[in-house]
C-alpha cells in the first residue's frame, strides 16, 4: 500500500504548494531565520552542557568561596551584530 509513498512529483507539488502560501519573496527571510533559530539553540545547548561539565567539576573540587557569576550573552548568527543581547538574571520581587 505504502510502497512508492514518496515520489518525485509529490515533493514537486509540495514544493508548489509552498509557494504559493508564503510567497516567493517571503521563502528566504523564513529560511533565514530558520537558520539563526537553529544557530541560537545549538550553541545554548552547548553552553548548557558546557555549564553541566563545569558544574560537575566544581563539585569534585568544591572551592573554599564561589566567584560572582559573569553577566552572560546570547550570541547573534555570524555577522548579525544588532541581536546580541545581555542576559539578566532573574530578580526577587517578593519584596516591595
Known amino acids: 500500500?505504502?510502497?512508492?509513498?514518496?515520489?518525485?512529483?509529490?515533493i514537486v507539488l509540495l514544493i508548489l504548494v509552498i509557494v504559493l502560501v508564503f510567497g516567493s519573496k517571503k521563502l528566504p527571510d523564513m529560511a533565514r531565520s530558520l537558520g539563526k533559530s537553529a544557530r541560537i539553540l545549538k550553541s545554548e545547548a552547548k553552553a548548557m552542557k558546557d555549564e553541566g561539565k563545569q558544574s560537575t567539576a566544581s563539585a569534585e573540587?568544591?572551592?573554599?568561596?564561589?566567584?560572582?557569576?559573569?553577566?552572560?550573552?546570547?550570541?547573534?548568527?555570524?555577522?548579525?551584530?544588532?541581536?546580541?543581547?545581555?542576559?539578566?538574571?532573574?530578580?526577587?520581587?517578593t519584596q516591595r
Open 1 to 10: 500500500m505504502f510502497r512508492n509513498a514518496l515520489e518525485p512529483w509529490h
Open 61 to 93: 573540587a568544591k572551592p573554599a568561596e564561589e566567584p560572582s557569576p559573569a553577566q552572560r550573552t546570547i550570541q547573534a548568527a555570524p555577522g548579525d551584530v544588532t541581536s546580541s543581547r545581555p542576559v539578566n538574571e532573574p530578580t526577587d520581587t
